[in-house]
């Protein structure tokens, strides 16, 4: 109950294209969702958040779109460039009982110029 | 204002032997949260402390890892009499009331 799976594991678009990253979770007490980023060799950074109580939310090029009842979200990113080439990752929790994050497994994002 | 410092930033231990990994949250922040990344997976949960208690280390393996987050200094992750499969990468994050995570650059332990 406390999984969250993220598709795919791998992504190459071009430069410009939309990656988009899914995650599903089944603890239907998770209300935070955030996506991070990662480069090699480094800790991962939070890119944006959501909270249930919306359905999408956008941060420049990045776009977390919520589907309470299906239980997914997912990630866009919009006009990709080689510099957004990194591992992605969903993550989920409960926000106000400690915040431990339950990450999904991680989506390595490639952008070709 | 300094992010997470976590050192080393790389350990070379042979099996058998103590690994201690540090971490300096952020200034401001009493909550500090620990995870281990094996090659090509996620993130997995490991412990999460405040000051001089461990509030959940539902994450933390039964034996040979233990954690503390004194009154003073930094946060240590210990595992004793290590083995390959303690081979990772070991995250430490911070916050200053358990909202937004703020990770340092880990730790990576190789262990021969």
């Known amino acids: ?113 | 204002n300094a992010g997470v410092m976590q050192n080393p930033r790389h350990l070379v231990r042979r099996r058998g032997q103590e690994a201690r990994l540090r971490c300096s949250p952020m200034k401001g922040h009493s909550h500090v949260y620990w995870y281990r990344q094996l090659p090509e997976e996620g993130l997995k949960f490991m412990v999460y402390l405040q000051k001089e208690n461990i509030i959940d280390e539902s994450g933390m393996p039964k034996e040979r890892f233990s954690a503390e987050f004194p009154k003073e200094g930094p946060s240590i992750l210990r595992i004793q009499q290590v083995v390959r499969g303690d081979s990772a990468a070991y995250f430490c994050a911070s916050s200053p009331w358990a909202g937004e995570l703020f990770f340092g650059e880990g730790s990576r332990l190789t262990v021969l």
Not at chain 1, 47 to 61: C, F, H, N, T, W
Request: glycine share 8%.
């Open chain 1, 1 to 113: 109950q406390q999984q969250v799976k993220q598709s795919p594991q791998s992504l190459i678009v071009q430069k410009g294209g939309i990656p988009i990253i899914n995650c599903a979770y089944e603890n239907t007490a998770f209300d935070y969702f955030p996506w991070y980023q990662q480069f090699p060799g480094k800790g991962p950074a939070l890119l944006i958040a959501i909270r249930p109580d919306v359905s999408e939310k956008k941060e420049g090029r990045f776009t977390i779109s919520f589907n309470k009842s299906a239980k997914q979200f997912s990630l866009h990113i919009m006009d990709s460039q080689p510099g957004d080439s990194a591992t992605y990752f969903c993550a989920a929790s409960m926000y106000n009982a400690g915040n431990m994050l339950t990450f999904g497994g991680g989506t390595r994002l490639m952008v070709k110029p």
